[in-house]
């Protein structure tokens, strides 16, 4: 019977019962979906728990799965704590695999994250229109809970390839468990979920701040079209966005991106998870797992300017790798606000002076509680996406402005060439730069088919000086099997096949 134990929270909503009358009372303290989604309000707070997940996903998994897991950062290795393998495995392409499973956990995670927001929604979306209430935030509600299945299901497909296709609200064990559906079924159901959404959605100036919105939406189709290599579709839903005349860049890079408390979904945000600092448990903590260690707390406040600085042993993650650093054009404005440097006195390595991902490192009040929320799309992205699509549809002159915009503000020169295979390659340079430490470099290598072109090459400068790549000395390497994993797509979670049989 353990197949039938029910994976991922999908019965999050279901209630149970009894076969006796006088035992079917329900608990008057006690939520259900029998006594539940009754009003607006309901709906309002049942859709506002499915963002709650991503809350998670992006404070603890994205950057390990999407950033680390791949040449733009890299893990601070420290022999006295000795590495976290999970994470370890990640960075060094060396996860555990077994007939297409794995044990690793940040793997199990994210996956469980994106199947919570899956049963909440389709919750949502089985008895939203069996509920009476005003029409047009009914619309609003639905758009919203539309987009967070599609955005679920969008990240399932690009990380696995494949996944069970739940729609309806599970009600029973044995329902729990569904067939690996392929890619295409996924993709399907996205574009579908997306293109409902799109109209149901308000524009961002209509929206409450931090919901998706019609933009959104469109974007993360345009997302999905360029996954598929969709060119024209792609195009179709970005220039959706650019003529709506809702987003803009700010005026300077370092503006992008919020601060703890301030300069939240700004004029170049289409989608940011809202993080909250304070005492709500809203919080993130991203700066604290990204910061090199270990560091003391007089070389940790110069950073996060905190009240109570405490110092933090151990290894820490999301370094910038060299190959990073050195991917930044001469004069790239972007460079000195994305990367800083500290030095820390208590490394073991010689040259104790380490990058850090500077571009969140913003000032807030207590240690380990930070509020700036975390850029899934910017209008950047936008702009950059479309230079692309049309440039994959031989429109090389119509990209161009797209792409030039996105480099003046860089401080950089306008580009000029128009040949389809040499602006493919600058505007992949563009986004690295651009995007770096959004969690886009490994979706760009593993789309465009480049994940070997680059990892191999990357993964043999590691194992050949890993004393650049922040390990403490040459005493302390890579392990044997690192960078032998060098999958586009990561296995299934291994627990998640102990609980289903179709893995």
Known sequence: MKKYIIAAGLLTFVASGCQEKFLNVLPETQLSTAIFFKTETDFIQAVNASYAPLRTIFNDRSWKLAEMHSDNTHYARNRLFGAVDNTQNLADFCIPVSNGLTTNDNVLQQYRQDYLIIARTNEIL?????????????????????????????????????????????????????????????????EKDLKEAIPLLPSKSDQQAGRVTSGAANMLLADAYMFQKKWNLAEAALQAIVTSGKYSLMPEYDRAFTETSANKNNAESVFEVQYLEGSAGLNGNQIYQFIPAPISAQELVAITGTSNPQSISGENNNIPTPDMIEAYEKG????????????????????????????????????????QNWPVYR???????????????????????????????????????????????????????????????????????????????????????????YYPDASTVPPSNAFTVLDDYYPLPAVEADLSPHF
């Open 126 to 190: 089985s008895r939203i229109d069996g509920v009476n209430f005003e029409e047009k935030s009914k619309a609003n509600l639905k758009g919203q809970a539309l987009f967070l299945r599609a955005f679920a299901y969008y990240e399932l497909v690009r990380y696995f390839g494949k996944a069970p296709l739940h729609l309806e609200p599970v009600t029973s064990r044995e329902g729990a468990a569904k067939p690996l559906s392929p890619a295409a079924d996924l993709f399907a159901q996205i």
């Open 332 to 371: 790239d404005l972007r460079k000195d606000v994305s990367v800083g440097y500290v030095t820390l006195s208590g490394s073991l390595r010689e040259d104790k002076v380490f990058p850090y991902i500077k571009k969140y490192a913003r000032k807030h009040a207590v240690h380990g509680n930070t509020g």
């Open 379 to 469: 209008y950047a992205e936008v702009l950059l996406f479309l230079a692309e699509a049309l440039n994959e549809q031989g429109k090389g002159a119509e990209a161009l402005p797209h792409l030039n915009l996105v480099r003046k503000r860089a401080g950089l020169a306008n580009i000029t060439a128009t040949a389809t295979s040499d602006l493919r390659e600058i505007i992949f340079k563009e986004r690295r730069t651009e995007l770096a430490f959004e969690n886009k470099r490994w979706f760009d290598l593993v789309r465009t088919g480049r994940v070997k072109e680059f990892i191999v090459p990357y993964g043999q400068r590691v194992k050949a000086n890993p004393v650049k790549y």
